[in-house]
């Protein structure tokens, strides 16, 4: 069994995804985005995934990230609400 290094954080859409990502690099936080309708539309194959993206961030940093995903979630809400 493998372990890895990395935990998923969120995922979405390209969008919402780019604005989780800024607000993790101003905390200082390097995320690994996974975009696998990428991967397979560059690899010749169809996707259904288009535009879906997830974001990765070490294990050292997980605690940080996941309260920083929290707070961005949070204000995506209430923006939408209004």
Request: proline fraction near 1%; glycine fraction near 8%; aromatic fraction near 8%.
């Amino acid at each position: 069994m493998s372990t890895s290094e990395y935990t998923k954080v969120y995922s979405g859409n390209f969008i919402l995804v780019t604005r989780v990502k800024d607000e993790l690099e101003a905390k200082g936080i390097i995320p690994i985005i996974k975009d696998e309708g990428e991967s397979q539309r560059l690899a010749g194959y169809g996707s259904l995934n288009q535009g879906f993206q997830e974001v990765f961030v070490h294990n050292d940093e997980l605690n940080n990230a996941l309260a920083i995903v929290e707070q961005v979630k949070s204000e995506m809400e209430s923006t939408s609400s209004e």
